[in-house]
C-alpha cells in the first residue's frame, strides 16, 4: 500500500503515517517485531533485514511517523533524547565548535561541558534570544548551531529562520530541539533547520510509560550519516518503546489542543495571582517574546515556568498540590511540578544557572489534561498556603 500521507493534514498523518496494515494478518496496528535477528534464506542473501542493532520493522514505522509529521525525509530513532542530541554532534571531528543556547536542558549542558568536550569539540553557549549574540559566537571551526525553543526551564525563543540564515552563512548546520513545541506547534525544518531533535519520552509518547528520543533531518545523505553513527554506537530504542511512540502521535494532535488551552487557562490564572512573581509563558502578551511566539509557532504547549517569592514558598507549594505531582519529566497527560535548580538542572553551575535565572524559587509546570478548573483549584490552594 502506497503511502500517500504526506498529502494529507496533520490529523490524518499522526494517525497513518509510515503504517500500513500487517500483510499477513491485516493487523491494523503496526506489529512489535520483538526479535534480535533474521533468518536469511541462503548465504549472502537476505530479506533486507539482518540485525536488529541495524534494522526493525516496527522501529521504521515509528521513524516514517515521525519524519511525516516534522515536514522531514528522514527519522532516526534513538534511545534517548540524548543520545540523538549527541548522534548529531558526532557528525563533527575533534577541532570543530559548536554554539548552543545556554538555557538548554542540564544533561544537554552536562553532556557537552563533561563528555562531548572531551573528544576536542569546543561548546561557546550564548543567549540566542537575541540572533546577534549567535552570529558573534561563529567562527571559521563552527559546524553546528543548537537551540531549545521553546526552552528549558525559561521559556525563551530563538528566532529559527534567521538563526538558520546565520549558521548556514558561516557554514554550520542548525539543530533545534522540538520538544517543548512538538510538531503540532512548530515545525523548524520548515523554518530552515538541518535536524529537529526531540526527547520522545515527553509530548510524543505523551504517556510518561516510554524512553526515547529521535533526529528528523530532510537531507537523505545527512541521515546516512546519522544511521552510521547509530549502528556504530548503538544507542537504539527497542521495538516496544517504538511500538508505544506509535501509539503515542496517534493521539498528539488532540493531546496538543487540550495542553495548550490547559497551558494557556494556567498562565493566565498564575499571572493574575498575588504571590507569582512571574510567569514564563509564549502565550502570554507579556511574554517579551510572544510577538515572535506568535509568529513562528502555532500553539504554546502546556510547559509553564513560575517564580515566587522564597524557595520556602516554592517548597510549600510543590508539596502541597494534589494533582501536579512533583516529578522530573514533562509532557505526559498528567500534570508535573519541577523545581529545575534542584532537579532537572542541578548539574548546571551554580553561577551559571543564577545568572539566567534558574533560581531556587522557579517551579516549572507541565500542564497536563485534566479538567482545567480542577488544575487552577490544585494551584490555588498550594498558593493560598504560603
Known sequence: MADTTREHRF????????????????????????????????????????????????????????ASLESGTDGIAFSSGLAAIEAAVLTLSAGHHVVTEENTYGGTTRMFNHVLSRLGIEFTFIDSRDPEQIRAAMRDNTRLVHLETPSNPLMRLCDVAAAAEIAH??????????????????????????????????????????????????????????????????????????????????????????????????????????????????????????????????????????????????????????????AESLGGVESMSNVPSLMTHASVPQDRREAMGITDSLIRLSVGIEDPDDLIEDLAQALDAV
Not at 503515517?17 to 548465504?43: D, N
Not at 546516512?224 to 527497542?238: A, H, Q, Y
Not at 504547549?301 to 517548597?315: D, N, Q, R, Y
Open 169 to 326: 552563512a558561516g557554514g554550520a548546520r542548525l539543530m533545534v530541539d522540538n520538544t517543548f513545541a512538538t510538531p503540532y506547534n512548530q515545525r523548524p525544518l520548515e523554518l530552515g533547520a538541518d535536524f529537529v531533535a526531540h526527547s520522545t519520552t515527553k509530548y510524543l509518547g505523551g504517556h510518561s510509560d516510554v524512553l526515547g528520543g529521535i533526529l528528523v533531518v530532510a537531507d537523505e545523505s545527512l541521515a546516512e550519516d546519522i544511521r552510521f553513527i547509530r549502528k556504530s554506537t548503538g544507542p537504539v530504542p527497542g521495538p516496544m518503546d517504538c511500538w508505544l511512540c506509535l501509539r503515542g502521535t496517534k493521539t498528539l494532535e488532540v493531546r496538543m489542543e487540550r495542553h495548550n488551552a490547559n497551558g494557556q487557562r494556567v498562565a493566565e490564572f498564575l499571572e493574575a495571582h498575588p504571590k507569582v512573581t512571574r510567569v514564563h509563558y509564549p502565550g502570554l502578551p507579556s511574554h517579551p517574546q510572544h510577538a515572535l511566539a506568535s509568529s513562528q509557532m502555532s500553539g504554546y504547549s502546556g510547559m509553564v515556568s513560575i517564580e515566587l517569592e522564597s524557595p520556602a514558598a516554592v517548597k510549600t507549594v510543590v508539596e502541597g498540590m494534589d494533582i501536579f505531582l512533583l
Open 11 to 66: 490529523g490524518t498523518r499522526v494517525i497513518h503515517a509510515g503504517q500500513a496494515p500487517e500483510p499477513v494478518t491485516g493487523a491494523i496496528m503496526t506489529p512489535i517485531f520483538q526479535t534480535s535477528t533474521y533468518v536469511q534464506p541462503e548465504l549472502g542473501k537476505n530479506t533486507g533485514y539482518e540485525y536488529a542493532r541495524v534494522q526493525n520493522p516496527t522501529r521504521e514505522a515509528w521513524e516514517r511517523n515521525a
